[in-house]
């Protein structure tokens, strides 16, 4: 049993509530449990220069926390004049993910920038970001088609996020800030609707793990996006 | 009549919602229409080295907006690496409008630091969160003097804040985003719940006003802080 | 009597000293007292990306103190590597305060530039600023239009700026640096050489002020730009 | 056969030069073909303020390019003023992976600072770096032992790194360049000599990819990483 | 004859005016022909922590100018947030300059802060800050000595700067800035009221030049330092 | 004799080892003794915007020292954020000694940016660094030349540098570090094959100095530097 009272195999309480930013083309508040992270999808008319008459659309995204998003507070980047190791690499993850399930080349020269910004933090605020993000994109691509600036949406498929860990010797799935700091091996996994793979990254936080161990963690972060997907297609009124 | 239907002394819907961040020692979020501010208040042991050994605490804020809290999104200010004119000026008087109200040397050497994140902009942003803040603020001293580190909490009064404007001419109380951007002057009022003055702004943003007109400005402003006053009080659960 | 020896109502000696940059097309030294401020315009023929094709100018400013200008030194921004909340609300101030006197759209599409400098400071630096800002940039455009590049100077008004505070419960105008850090309300205003407002900035430094005691303030300051106004009419030569 | 002529097994030659800098105490200039990473090893007596009187110690690490590393110039990260994501993502993952191998409580309190900077690019520079990081860390290891300052080497086994990918829709190991910038899938997996799994990170460049691919690219690094594995024992003269 | 109407070896008309700031522990504005810098000399009771428990003293300089000094605006570096090349490498000749001429032992442990601010530049604003950076120096332990907190100026001589150039095929003595732009040679010197070279700098700004050449070059400096050294003694009364 | 036992008016062992930098037009790793500088040329088709449509060509320099090139180890620029007053002073002298030997009409609309940087440092870094530069520079003009883009080299001499010093009273040539932190005058001498003086930097670093001194400083400098130059041409297989 965990310190939450889950189950090893059990995640948060999850909701993804749209609709919560007036004008942002499309806006997902995703709660993870008491991690909350508020997804806004704007649509540009101008890509990067450096992709200037491809063709192809570009997606990118920024991460931040609000200062007293975690337990003790947190500098404000704006006001320390730069953007930390962690949030460079976050933000990075989530634009790589909704990449992956975008076809660039259907997007036309039009750029999606999405921001997470992280209003409460209890561990696994990236997942959140990115699973919530998804939702922001797919309904501000359906508002831009709705306006006939796209023939489709330009979307291959779903995308989720969802940390594992081995704590105490133990698979968790969706880990709460306290075990992520506990944990022995810390993975995030981002994955498709149809169960293709999109991203993983796992790291020994003490020690070096097992293979096998490995193969635990991607098993049970399956059930878990498998969970969020379908979360995902209801929010977004898609069929299963 | 204004755009928004609205009479021209009458307030947008303004809502103070506390309890909001589970980790903060206060937390409000303002909304004064589609104007919604996060304020949280955190406590903390060490005041700024130049205060050391003063026997006063000290309160100091911060300010930000969500890139895409605004119409089309505005830059990320930790992306940029700078905060802008206006956000400094903004903190900087949020922070003065909290010590106008506090008695720092019963504070003992303390500092309360606000955050003041705008989720949605829909102009009057400084002033919605002047007014969330106070509430985190007095949030965060019963906190801590319920812990039985402050003998009581240390504000003299409450504070809040309003804008008002003359907009064709007339005046007009609690500007949204429209009437801001096209309003003849535009004013901002601190002002405590026993309608003592701590911060007066007013601008001629085309040509210069006539003092009649800005005692206007202020009677409708005092009237606008009445009823934010009580609505702080109420949530608070001081007596009127 | 105030510390100074100057009676409640008295200003500091002002003089406006022209001509003191040969490279500047306006500059202006202007000395409240021991205040002293070098005040610059500079007429660039490029306004903004924001603005152009808008057939209007523009003006901004810039301000900047010099690090021995104050008591003890200042560190220098530029080594810094940022300039302060500070400084950057006084350049907005300056900026806003020349535009509010400028017909923009008889600017044509130009810039004017003011910088001002703060030499040495005792206090009020940025009313000096605004005061002095105001001579150079007539200068500017007498000598824009000398060249025929405009019509007129695309000035309605002159505009001056002067500080009042309560010091010990008394009224008092244009207060030096002493005066001014112990000052229970500090106020600055901008007047039109004709009385109208265009910016009023009134702080409770330590406890909220009563109305009647702002208006005080401002029956001061309406005293004091009067002789400021009367000033710049005199070194620019223009008719009372 | 892969555009280099490799097999889709086989590495570049790869070569660990040791004493390649006179100051530091361990140094290390890491080969992957022409993939040339210059490691050093600084040794400090200081931990950081966070880990003060833990009486652990801490492994930190910097990542550059030269700016003409690249086949067309990169900015100088030190002329811009800042690290790029990519940067800090780098050298944050070679840190971890120190750390991962070194028993941090027998270290004592004392920092090494990790310096990988990559004179000339082929793909593949910061599994290049981890595994020449690990040869210079272990020789300033050896000096501080030898100095008496430690009981022994704190280190628990050896650890280095590889890429694999997916080309062309086959698995290659240790991918050149030309390969990293067409692969469907980028993955970089760090192990330590007896297998245990340190970090992966696996990326879908293009569409996702399923779990037998991925377990194939596991594979393909496990072998890799035990020839590196030895070629480290080699240099350092440990037995196998 | 030059455009200015100088003689090879003239120099411009140069003052050194002391006194122009009230609040610095010594001040002086110098003035080479229409090139004005103003210098001050700030006491500090805090040499830099590498320095600490040295008994040495220690003088660094910083150096600015007013964004229109320059003939045409030169942007703020505080604005900018970062300052020059060019600026760093004058305010570090400055520091060095007045080093050199004072017996860091005999300061005790205590800092002075030279800054030299550029007004209006034609040219040739190092060595003017130098010259005028010595009287203010000078002034600064004078006021020091003269409060018991040292036992004497710990000054060894007088330094002062003056440039020479190739204009022409000739030779000449304090060049102005339309000299300077079109110099073939551009030489620096820093020279003591004995003699003593502290600091020479020249530099081909187009084609290399000869040894016979430059010692021309350096025997007009001496020639212009000599009169500068007269002065500065004449302005601090120091028998000559 | 010197501790390194060299003689007054020996140079360290100098090697200029060409072609060390598979991408680079031109590229040179120069060692004078345990400092060693990786010097690279890069060819760009763009000028900077100043220079557009002069029909001239331009030369910039770029300088770092890795971490650990330093006894104790030196901060990363790219973390701190900001160059160094000195490595902005040293990338600003590497360009003016390029551009004064090469003649920027005859470059054609071209940009050459010159990258040095240092691996390991032992004294005279800046030295070898324009040394090194020289040959990676003419590298990189026989490339361009080679594919037609120009009709020649346009450099019209060679090009290098060497320091000298005072150290205990006597002329030293090719200071090392231990000599280079105790000489009572530290010189710089750009010079070119024909002994045309590009850059004299001398500097009192304790004590002024004589003019014979200088003289002398010159003398050994043009001693170093001939031999500097057969080198540079030797590796460059040009004739004598």
Redesign the interface.
């Known amino acids: 049993m965990r310190v939450s009272g889950r189950a090893a195999s059990e995640m948060r309480a999850v909701t993804l509530e749209t609709g919560v ?4 083309e499309g ?1 997902c508040l995703a709660r993870f449990g ?1 991690t909350h992270v ?1 997804c ?1 999808a ?1 649509v ?1 008319e101008k890509v990067p220069f450096w992709m200037r008459n491809s063709g192809q659309g570009w997606i990118t995204a ?1 991460y ?1 926390m ?8 947190t500098d ?4 320390k ?9 976050i ?2 993850l989530i634009g ?1 993910s909704m990449r ?2 975008t076809d660039l080349a259907r997007m036309g020269e039009m750029q999606v ?1 999405i ?1 997470c ?1 992280v ?2 933090a ?1 561990g696994g605020t990236r997942t959140a970001a990115i699973t919530g993000a998804y939702v922001a994109l797919h309904q501000a691509f359906q508002k831009v088609a709705g306006l006939g600036l796209l023939a489709a949406v330009p979307l ?2 779903t995308v989720a996020a969802v940390s594992c860990g081995i704590v105490g010797g133990e698979v968790v799935l969706d880990m709460d800030y306290a075990e992520d700091s506990t944990a022995e091996t810390d ?1 995030n996994f981002v ?2 609707g ?1 169960g ?9 936080e ?6 096998a161990l ?1 193969l635990a963690l ?1 098993g049970a972060a399956r059930d878990g996006v498998g969970r969020l997907a379908a979360l995902q297609r209801q929010v977004l009124g898609l069929e299963a």
Chains 1, 2, 3, 4, 5, 6 share one sequence.
């Open positions: 930013n007036k004008h942002a806006s008491d508020l806004t704007t540009e920024e931040g609000l200062p007293r998003s975690t337990g003790t507070r404000r980047e704006a006001a004049g730069r953007q930390s190791g962690r949030t460079q690499e933000q990075r790589r992956a399930v920038r921001d910004d209003l409460q209890d291959t498929d993975a994955i498709t149809n293709g793979l999109v991203e993983i990254q796992a790291t020994a003490k020690t070096p793990f097992e293979e490995f991607l």
